[in-house]
Each structure stands twice: as structure tokens, then as C-alpha cells.
């Protein structure tokens, strides 16, 4: 069975900072392409970052140079950093596993006010 659990969300204020966590079981990380996906009330869900399985990493524009995606292989781990948080960075946070399938985390509250 393959879970992926996050965890590391919470409020902070404008200007704070933030790191996510998801420990995945069932299913090898690095062998998939790994994200971060994010949605806030009445949004669709839209991508934060996405590590491929070569090693690139590409980053939605809004959060280009706040936020950093790294990985852990050994403890089969991705990581969120974010830093100088914004109020429209408040949203549920979803790590993503695709591969021959696609896997979801149950997502985590990041709400960012003052």
C-alpha cells in the first residue's frame, strides 16, 4: 500500500517561513516524478514545484526564489522550504508521486496572516 504523508504546515506571518514534509511508504521517490501541488479556497489546484527523475527541478513563477524542493532518498523524503511567505501562499499543500501511477498525500494547511 502507498501512502504519502505530509506534514510541517501551519500559520505563520508575512515574511515567515516554513518546511514541508512528505515520508512516502510503498513506493520508491526517486524512481517517480515528485511535486509539490497546492489549492486555496475556490482555486484549482496548481503546481508549486516538480522534481524530475534526472535531478531538474522547475518551480511555479510566484514562488521562484522563496520557496526550495529537495529530497531526502535515504529516509525516501521530499521537503518543501518556504521562506518570505505571503498571504497568497495560503492553501491546503499536496506532495505528488507520478509514475505508472499517480499518488497524492492527504495535504497540509499552510496559512499565512498576520
Known amino acids: 500500500q502507498v501512502q504519502l504523508v505530509e506534514s510541517g504546515g501551519g500559520l505563520v506571518q508575512p515574511g515567515g517561513s516554513l518546511r514541508l514534509s512528505c515520508v512516502a511508504s510503498g513506493i520508491i521517490l526517486r524512481t517517480n516524478v515528485m511535486g509539490w501541488y497546492r489549492q486555496a479556497p475556490g482555486k484549482q489546484r496548481e503546481v508549486v514545484a516538480v522534481?524530475?527523475?534526472?535531478?531538474?527541478?522547475n518551480y511555479a513563477d510566484s514562488v521562484k526564489g522563496r520557496f526550495t524542493f529537495s529530497r531526502d532518498d535515504a529516509k525516501n523524503t521530499m521537503y518543501l522550504r518556504m521562506n518570505n511567505l505571503k498571504p497568497e501562499d495560503t492553501a491546503v499543500y499536496y506532495c505528488?508521486?507520478?509514475?505508472?501511477?499517480?499518488?497524492w498525500g492527504q495535504g497540509t494547511q499552510v496559512t499565512v496572516s498576520s
Open positions: 522534481i524530475f527523475s534526472g535531478g531538474s527541478t
Open positions: 505528488n508521486a507520478a509514475g505508472a501511477r499517480n499518488y
